[in-house]
């Protein structure tokens, strides 16, 4: 029973473009929502977050939009850069401080 | 400052070994987790410590599983009698936390486990 739902295992981006990587939760009362990036061989790199009470946080290129009556999140990132090419983790928060993780989205962005 | 630390970065064990992995946090982080990723999948909550408090083992799959936190500090994830299964990534994490407050989570590398 997955509570965090990451549909997409990969996206291919222009360079340049937009990259929008999505993620459903099924749980109302997550109250804290993170995004990870993960290169090979290394650990999570946190991103950016949004808690349960705002709908938008903006960080440079990053932005991530929550629709909690959808239980939707998603991160958008423009203008994609190669290096953006990783592996994106949604995770959820509910319940002390231990994290939920998705499935992760391969995002290549292509020159 | 130094992030968290893992060690050893990849270990090979037959099956029915014992395997301790270590992991050094950031210091003044006063949580610790451990999750792991097997492949092709996401990662998987294991343990969860938080000062004195007693741990949350709510995630830890089977009782050949256990974990400890020495002084506040270090940790070591013992998994006894290791099964292939157990394979995977084991990714240690720290935070800073106070109650009602969010904290990010800064992951180390992680240990590589493979289980022959």
């Known amino acids: 029973d997955q509570q965090v739902k990451q549909n997409s295992p990969s996206l291919s981006v222009q360079e340049g473009r937009i990259s929008i990587l999505n993620c459903d939760y099924t749980n109302s009362m997550f109250d804290y929502f993170l995004w990870y990036k993960k290169y090979p061989a290394e650990g999570p790199t946190f991103l950016i977050s949004i808690s349960s009470i705002k709908d938008k946080n903006e960080d440079g290129r990053f932005t991530v939009f929550l629709n909690k009556s959808a239980k939707h999140l998603s991160l958008h990132i423009v203008p994609s850069q190669p290096g953006d090419s990783a592996v994106y983790f949604c995770?959820?928060?509910?319940?002390?401080?231990?994290?939920?993780f998705g499935t992760g989205t391969q995002l290549k962005v292509e020159l | 400052g130094a992030g968290v630390s893992q060690s050893p970065s990849n270990k090979v064990t037959e099956k029915g070994k014992d395997v301790e992995l270590r992991c050094d946090p950031i210091s003044g982080h006063t949580a610790l987790y451990w999750y792991r990723q097997s492949l092709g999948q996401g990662l998987e909550f294991l343990i969860y410590?938080?000062?004195?408090?007693?741990?949350?083992k709510s995630g830890l799959p089977s009782d050949r599983f256990s974990a400890e936190r020495t002084g506040g500090s270090v940790s070591t994830l013992t998994i006894q009698r290791t099964q292939q299964e157990d394979s995977a990534v084991y990714l240690c994490?720290?935070?800073?936390?106070?109650?009602?407050?969010?904290?990010?989570?800064?992951f180390g590398p992680g240990t590589r486990l493979t289980v022959t």
């Open positions: 995770a959820v928060r509910g319940g002390g401080n231990k994290l939920t």
């Open positions: 410590f938080q000062g004195n408090s007693a741990p949350d």
């Open positions: 994490a720290s935070s800073l936390y106070t109650s009602g407050a969010a904290y990010e989570q800064y």
